[in-house]
């Protein structure tokens, strides 16, 4: 049974920063894909970013690219999301992922955490 529990989330100013941390339990071979996506409510849920453990391979949503940074650490089946720059519209509930391939769309991810809260004050 894969379990990814996310933290980091919380209360921030706006142009502040937070890092986000999800762990992975029951990690197997076909976790090729991590990916962290948001909602925000009343809207649908939206793609950030998403890195293989080991290749380096990483893309991002225009929408935070050059302020959200994604890495993982294989030792310590972790993945992060470092978030600079936030802005108000960067409030939502903030999900990490698991998928067999790279992807930017959330059907294409079989496991998911509970989410972390994320609200950044104007």
């Known amino acids: 049974q894969v379990q990814l529990v996310e933290s980091g989330g919380g209360l921030v100013q706006a142009g502040g920063s937070l890092r986000l941390s999800c762990v992975v339990s029951g990690r197997t071979f076909n976790q090729y894909g991590m990916g962290w996506f948001r909602q925000a409510p009343g809207k649908e849920r939206e793609f950030l970013a998403v890195s293989t453990w080991s290749t380096g391979i990483r893309t991002y949503a225009d929408s935070v690219q050059g302020r959200f940074t994604i890495s993982t650490d294989s030792a310590k089946n972790t993945v992060y999301l470092q978030m600079n720059y936030l802005k108000p519209e960067d409030t939502a509930v903030y999900y990490c992922?698991?998928?067999?391939?790279?992807?930017?769309?959330?059907?294409?991810?079989?496991?998911w955490g509970q989410g972390t809260q994320v609200t950044v004050s104007a």
């Open positions: 992922a698991v998928a067999a391939f790279i992807s930017t769309h959330p059907t294409s991810y079989a496991y």
